[in-house]
């Protein structure tokens, strides 16, 4: 069990947050075949830090940036989306 | 193999009374300049790849390199489960032959691989549940596996000590009864791969780390190790949960997350479970070894994560639910935990084919499924490099089908309401 | 074995007497004797059986981690008898012997050692494979560990969450006093001592090491920043400090997980005594020092007559005084230090005689050996370090650690209780100190306008605790038992090697060595020692295996702790239960499939009223100018032009274009609109709609709020549904004020704060009437009294499934899977791709360009009495051309109905298909024009 330090409610446990993977630009809708499935499916997978999104779903429901090593678990700046609320 | 290698009752007796050594299973190598195939994962599927090279295509100038030891992965981390009941015909079609040459693995392979065919129980819970284990069969049935829906009293003759009480959230409608099904000892599947291709020639060399790979004009040249480089025309990424940053060195970006999948033992007691029970809605399996103890799995971590250090929330978790099915082994003991990685794709299908770099293929993407397809998988996987095009039964599971948009079907299956 | 006369630092009371059974024969203990003690103060020298060979076994090392001392308590299996302590009437058996301790019959296997190689069952057994299931058979035989019976045993286990600052793992002198000192400096402090006391190796030394022991734990039982907890064991730390406690003797339940978010642990788990490997050593009467100052200074257990002392260290040295003192007759000192060491111990059912390095044979009934410690580093190795082996020590010791993780005691260097208690005190502070930085962190994490104090950085100055040099001694000139709970000798592990198996993973794993419920914690260091031997390399080249939780078994009761599933009820539940309804399973609710008799049921509703209770369907407040935008980016049809009054069905999709929910939505007001979503899906899609508004579009004026448990559902279904809702409503319920697909809000049944909208999901004329929660039992049952006349019946989730079937209405989840996209539904007409965006948009359109997507139709049997299983596949010869998702026999139309997902070149009206039954047994049957089976121009709902 991760704590997630959360910009809104404090340190928390991960459980009460629900993980929304790598960020991944949503591209227009007109866009084609190969940059929408890459949108769905491709992904970078990394092994080290990366930026992705956890949902605060048991807690204030915000949408935040979370950095993150992904083989230590270590957890950088938490950032809500869009700012503070 | 020479007649003084084989192993047997008579030969465990002569070295008993002559109280005299083994020869070696595999040899130590140096890293030749250069290979004719290079197969990157030293686990069940790297393993039999070369096996089946080597065997059935007599390509023996292969390497399997391993940055560990040889099923240091997912091949010695599983929960060591063989089932081919699985939803889509093409998938069933495929685990029926990996049950196959499980059947035969110990006398192919001249290593007892303990294959027990105790029968696989999947419970439903919810009718919803019954319905899918009901398509399941149906789907099983047409393709001639043995698999069927059974009640409650059948459950409960099979496995006494499964709560099959009127209970008010879990209650145990029916299973799907797949007797082929079983447990087979992991290491030794790794080991009697590793000992049966070493005796054709393959080199298997552990603690040899791929670094990188060098594409030439779109086709693969070299593989950089953390030994030395080596020439070669072919590639085979058998990671499992490394899978993406191997396809990466090669410029191949895949649809896959890495995610841990953890799994416990518990101290041994005497016999008293023989099938294998498998609860989806609870995401538990467990199984008792012929050692007497109890092996438990579970989903995959609620995160990404490359770490195989395990959670306390799986602990609890995996007992609550091991709990709720019976409700008589609370004072058990869990004795061990941990983690193994999956290579997870969108549809819950693995990946196996050729990728946009020529000469670098791909066997990734079993998710929680690559143990039980190992043997088919290699046969499969070498017989595509041996020939430079898919065959038949691996066709459904190319990469190109992410962008062609023909998932698997087995998606279906896991999304359909448990 | 006997009881000695009183000594000064015994745990037992002798007034309190405690009778207990061995093997079905009365023993007695003393209340404070383990069950170990017990008996070895009553005699009893063989404690079990060994796995493999089964050999006799007996004390080794009379703690928690003896593996000798596996014992059955009653309906609990694998009980560590040097551990638990000995209870009136307790009911104690050997494990994995048969028929008796004394004889063993499978003993036989003794003799057939040297064929029982390791791995030696890899390389048998093959041939004939018909044989196979019969070997399966003997091997599973030979499991070893004790017995789980098959009815529930009661046990009481309970989960606990605590937040301390410092967490001290281990009760010795550095542990006590670090909890001391991290308690003076502020720090709330936990403290968890795996055995019975505090004290660690304090409890069985001389008078100075009790004063000291007395002075210690009377400070830390004293304070009030301290809690103790003893018999307890820290089974694992987890990613940030996320550590668990198991903890026994809590008044009310048996064992307790303690869940701890530590800001600050310190790990003080000293040492353990490795055994030394030789010929004879697993034989009873070789004994550990540890194990016998144990049994004479704690128990007051005089651990045999005649002694052989073999010694590499000084409390080695210590236990020939107690021993002495004993009454213990110490024939001969082996000093380990210089050539001297010990080669062989023989006799059958236990110790006889030793033979030394020099060839000399000592008659003696109890050989004790003294020759290292192994570092319990497994905390430490969860935390990320990997413990460097020092020669010079003879063990493993600490690397690095991260900041929150602290080390004292005999984990980190040897030294005086007076050294070890500066030490443990400095790292006391430093904890302290650290929980005071992390707690700092955590406390500003959000903006509260709170200034507060930063925390002070500068490192408290911890003084050296070398560790003491040391011999290195692992084995003999001849080979022994390395692990004792897996039989494995030290041959197995040259053999091992030999084979092929040089990375001491392999080993590991091939040989089973530190596999068994000890771990590896006594033996692993003589394991990776002997396999160093054996390929040639030194410990130092070969790391150790990697400790993994918990550190010590754990129960699974105190895993799951109290054994509850959370489950939902309507506020209707009381009056379904008053009428004994049928309890169904849906995701986390539990609703009524029926009241006894669903066909009953449809009928009232067809020829009369019904209602049903569907309080878990979705419910999802929206308010704000740009709720018709979310609108038409969520759902795949149009809806700006959605008057106030009015109600849309919509269909929600994936990015991926596969159909997730489906559902109305109601326009209340100008900037007020309801948006309802099915059962299971209501997490999911108000998770959905956030997600889009805030990190898709975080300027649009979208207020939302999920209102499921605000609300009670009710829909009241049948031709005289109108006259029944008329009766408890002022609203103004006729067809041209009050039309189909159309909301109002009002009073029903006195209650203000309802909205009702007309929808049909049972094909009848219905109103969904929406209460605040509060007041929904009350108006379900204002319903049924009104309704009398009416023929009013409530009616379970079974009858709707019929109704629904009949009238061709899909169920997501159900005639949809996961790989359905929005085309193929019948639904085609409510997909508006010339929209600009939505969510799934893309793939909906490639879908569009498609003809190979399967197609959901109404489907008829040829034969009206077959009911084809849902799931049961759709085949033309051996090929799946589609399946059964829904089939039911109307009650209606007297046959029947299906609904089902058939290939395109099957779909079309009229299409004849198989339909291959669980039997094998094919049927015919018929493709229809509409998905609905009765009533397909809606007549009755629009009424």
Redesign the interface.
């Known amino acids: 069990m991760l704590v997630i330090l959360c910009p809104h409610c404090g340190p928390r446990n991960s459980d009460e947050f629900s993980f929304q993977g790598e960020i991944v630009a949503r591209p227009g809708p007109a866009s084609d075949q190969e940059t929408w499935r890459d949108y769905l499916y491709m992904r970078d997978n990394v092994a080290g830090w990366q930026t992705e999104r956890w949902f605060h779903v048991s807690g204030c429901r915000r949408f935040l940036n979370v950095e993150r090593h992904t083989v230590t678990n270590e957890i950088g700046v938490v950032t809500p989306v869009g700012g503070v609320q | 193999m020479n007649q003084k290698a084989r192993f047997s009752a008579w030969g465990l007796f002569k070295r008993g009374l002559t109280r005299s050594h083994w020869p070696r299973v595999w040899d130590h190598h140096e890293l030749r300049d250069s290979y004719d195939v290079v197969i990157v994962g030293g686990g069940v599927h790297g393993l039999a790849t070369a096996y089946y090279l080597a065997r059935n295509h007599g390509i023996t100038n292969v390497a399997v390199v391993e940055k560990s030891y040889i099923g240091s992965g997912g091949s010695g981390r599983n929960t060591a489960i063989v089932r081919s009941n699985y939803l889509t015909p093409e998938g069933s079609k495929f685990y029926d032959r990996s049950v196959e040459l499980y059947e035969h693995l110990a006398a192919d392979l001249n290593f007892n691989v303990m294959f027990e065919q105790r029968g696989h129980m999947t419970l439903a819970h919810s009718d919803s549940s019954l319905r899918t284990m009901r398509w399941r069969a149906e789907v099983n049935k047409l393709q001639g596996i043995d698999s069927s829906v059974i009640g409650p009293e059948e459950i409960k003759s099979l496995a006494p000590f499964l709560d099959t009480s009127d209970h008010p959230r879990y209650p145990i409608l029916g299973a799907l009864w797949h007797p082929p099904g079983g447990i087979v000892r992991h290491d030794a599947v790794v080991w009697g791969y590793a000992r049966a291709a070493a005796a054709l020639g393959v080199h298997i060399h552990q603690g040899t780390e791929l670094t990188g790979i060098e594409v030439e004009s779109g086709r693969v040249a070299v593989a950089q190790t953390s030994r030395g480089d080596i020439a070669t025309s072919t590639i085979v990424n058998c990671t499992a949960g490394w899978a993406s940053l191997v396809a990466k060195m090669a410029g191949v970006r895949l649809p896959i997350i890495t995610r841990p999948l953890q799994a416990a033992v518990t101290e041994p007691v005497r016999q008293f479970l023989h099938p294998v029970v498998v609860s989806g809605s609870l995401h538990t399996y467990v199984s008792q070894t012929a050692r007497g103890e109890l092996v438990f799995g579970a989903s995959v971590d609620p995160f990404a994560s490359y770490s195989t250090r395990g959670s306390l929330e799986f602990a609890t978790g995996l007992a609550t639910h091991v709990l709720e099915l019976m409700p008589a082994i609370s004072k058990m003991r869990m004795l061990r935990q941990w983690a193994g990685l999956c290579d997870m794709t969108p549809d819950f299908g693995p990946i196996i084919g050729p990728t946009p770099v020529d000469g670098f293929y791909v066997d990734v993407g079993w998710g929680t499924y690559g143990f039980k397809a190992g043997p088919v998988a290699g046969e499969s996987v070498a017989e595509m490099v041996a020939n430079g095009r898919p065959g038949s039964l691996i066709e459904p599971f190319g990469l190109e089908r992410f962008h062609a948009g023909t998932l698997t079907a087995e998606k279906g299956a896991a999304a359909v309401g448990h | 074995m006997s009881r000695l006369s009183e000594r000064p630092g015994e745990v037992i009371d002798r007034t309190r007497p405690m009778d207990f059974s061995w093997n079905g024969k009365p023993y007695r203990g003393y209340a404070g004797d383990s069950i170990a003690s017990a008996l070895a103060a009553s005699g009893v020298r063989v404690f079990s059986r060994s796995f493999k060979y089964h050999r006799p076994r007996g004390i080794l090392t009379a703690s928690f981690h003896d593996p000798n001392l596996m014992v059955q308590v009653g309906?609990?299996?694998?009980v560590r008898a040097g551990h638990r302590l000995v209870e009136e009437k307790m009911e104690v058996s050997a494990q994995n012997a048969w028929p008796s301790l004394g004889f063993d019959a499978k003993g036989v296997n003794r003799l057939l050692g040297?064929?029982l190689?390791p791995g030696?069952?890899?390389?048998?057994?093959?041939?004939p494979?018909s044989l196979?299931p019969w070997y399966?058979r003997v091997?599973?035989?030979f499991?070893?560990?004790?017995?789980?019976?098959?009815?529930?045993?009661p046990?009481r286990?309970d989960?606990r969450y605590a937040h301390p600052d410092v967490l001290v793992a281990g009760g010795g002198p550095a542990g006590m006093a670090a909890a001391i000192d991290a308690a003076e400096a502020g720090a709330a402090v936990i403290l968890v001592e795996e055995e019975h006391r505090l004290g660690g190796h304090l409890r069985w030394g001389d008078s100075d090491d009790l004063g000291a022991l007395e002075e210690l734990s009377a400070a830390v039982l004293s304070h009030p920043g301290i809690e103790v907890m003893v018999d307890s064991v820290v089974t694992?730390r987890?990613?940030?400090n996320?550590v668990?406690i198991a903890q026994r003797g809590v008044e009310g339940v048996d064992e307790r997980?303690v869940?701890a978010?530590v800001k600050c642990l310190v790990v003080a788990t000293g040492t353990i005594e490795r055994p030394y490997v030789f010929e004879g050593n697993d034989l009873p009467g070789v004994m550990l020092s540890t194990a016998v100052r144990r049994l004479i200074n704690l128990h007051a257990v005089r651990p045999g007559e005649r002694a052989v002392v073999l010694s590499a260290n000084g409390p080695g040295d210590s236990a020939i005084a107690d021993l002495e003192e004993a009454g213990v007759e110490v024939a001969e000192v082996i000093d380990a230090r210089g050539d001297d060491t010990v080669i062989k111990a023989s006799g059958r059912m236990g110790v006889q005689g030793v033979i030394d390095s020099r060839g000399r044979r000592h008659d003696a009934d109890l050989l004790v050996t003294a020759v290292g410690w192994t570092t319990t580093t497994t905390l430490l190795n969860?935390a990320?370090d990997r413990p460097m082996y020092e020669p010079r020590a003879a063990r493993y010791l600490s690397k690095s650690l991260p900041y929150d993780v602290l080390a004292t005691g005999g984990i980190v260097g040897d030294g005086s209780t007076d050294q070890l208690v500066q030490h443990g005190t400095a790292i006391g502070r430093e904890a302290a100190r650290r929980a005071s930085v992390v707690k700092f962190?955590?406390?500003t994490?959000?903006?509260t306008g709170v200034t507060r104090q930063p925390p002070d950085t500068s490192e408290i100055e911890v003084p050296p605790l070398e560790a003491e040099r040391h011999p290195e001694l692992f084995r003999s000139s001849t080979h022994g038992f390395v692990d004792y709970s897996e039989d494995v000798t030290s041959k197995d592990l040259f053999?091992a090697a030999?084979?092929?198996?040089d990375?001491m993973?392999?080993a590991k794993?091939?040989t089973t060595v530190n596999m068994g419920?000890i771990?590896g914690k006594l033996e692993a260091v003589n394991a990776v020692a002997i396999h160093g031997e054996a390929t040639g390399s030194s410990p130092l080249e070969t790391s150790t295996t990697t400790w993994?939780?918990?550190y010590a078994?754990?129960?699974?009761?105190v895993?799951?702790?109290r054994?509850y599933?959370p489950?939902r009820y309507s506020v209707i539940q009381p009056w379904h239960e008053r009428r004994e309804a049928k309890?169904?399973?849906?995701?986390s609710w539990?609703r009524p499939e029926h009241y006894g008799d669903p066909v009953a049921e449809v009928t009232a509703v067809r020829e009369a009223v019904g209602i049903i209770d569907v309080s878990p369907l979705g419910k999802i407040d929206l308010r704000g100018r740009d709720v018709p935008k979310l609108l038409e980016f969520v759902y795949v049809n149009k809806w700006s032009k959605l008057d106030v009054g009015k109600v849309r069905y919509g269909i929600m999709c994936n990015?991926?274009g596969?159909i997730f929910d489906d559902g109305v939505t109601g326009r209340l007001g100008a900037d007020q609109y309801m948006m309802s979503s099915t059962s299971?899906g209501a997490a999911g899609v108000w998770?959905w709609l956030?997600?889009w508004l805030?990190?898709?579009f975080?300027d649009w004026d979208v207020k939302m709020t999920a209102v499921t448990d605000g609300y009670a559902s009710i829909n009241v279904a049948g031709p005289n549904s109108r006259e029944l809702v008329g009766r408890l409503t002022e609203i103004d319920l006729r067809p041209e004020a009050f039309g189909y697909m159309e909301v109002r809000t009002g009073v029903v049944a006195g209650v203000p704060g309802c909205f009702l909208w007309r929808i049909g999901f049972t094909g009848e004329l219905s109103y969904e009437i929406h209460v605040p929660s509060a007041y929904g039992l009350w108006v379900w049952e204002r319903l049924l009294e009104k309704g009398e006349d009416l023929g009013v019946r409530a009616f379970g989730i079974e009858a709707q499934r019929i109704m629904r079937l009949e009238k061709g209405h899909f169920i997501v989840?159900?005639d949809t899977?996961?790989?359905?996209q929005g085309h193929g539904m019948g639904v085609d007409w409510a997909i508006k791709l010339d929209k600009?965006?939505?969510a799934g948009?893309?793939?909906l359109m490639?879908q569009a360009e498609r003809d190979d997507y399967r197609r959901l139709a109404a489907i008829q049997t040829e034969d009206p009495a077959i009911v084809p299983?849902?799931?049961?596949?759709i085949?033309a010869g051996?090929v799946?051309k589609g399946?059964i998702t829904s089939s039911r026999m109307s009650p209606t139309l007297g046959r029947s109905i299906c609904l089902g997902q058939v290939d395109p070149d099957l779909a079309a009206p009229g299409s004849r298909l198989h339909i291959?039954l669980?039997d094998?047994v094919t049927v015919a049957a018929r493709v229809l024009e509409h998905h609905a089976h009765f009533d397909p121009e809606g007549t009755r709902l629009r009424g």
């Open positions: 309906d609990e299996p694998n040297r064929f190689t030696f069952y890899y390389k048998t057994f093959m041939s494979r196979w399966q091997l599973a035989r499991a070893a560990g004790g017995v789980v019976g098959v009815d529930p045993q046990g286990y989960h694992g987890y990613d940030h996320w668990a997980l869940k978010r969860m990320g962190q955590w406390l994490a959000v903006p053999a030999a084979e092929g198996y990375s993973e392999l794993r091939y419920p771990q993994r939780p918990p078994p754990v129960s699974l009761g895993l799951a702790g054994q599933e489950v309890p169904l399973v849906a995701g539990i990015e991926d596969v299971g998770n956030d997600d805030q990190t898709g975080p989840g159900q899977d996961g790989l359905t600009p965006d939505f948009k893309p793939e490639w299983p849902e799931a049961s596949q085949v051996d799946i399946r291959r669980s094998g």
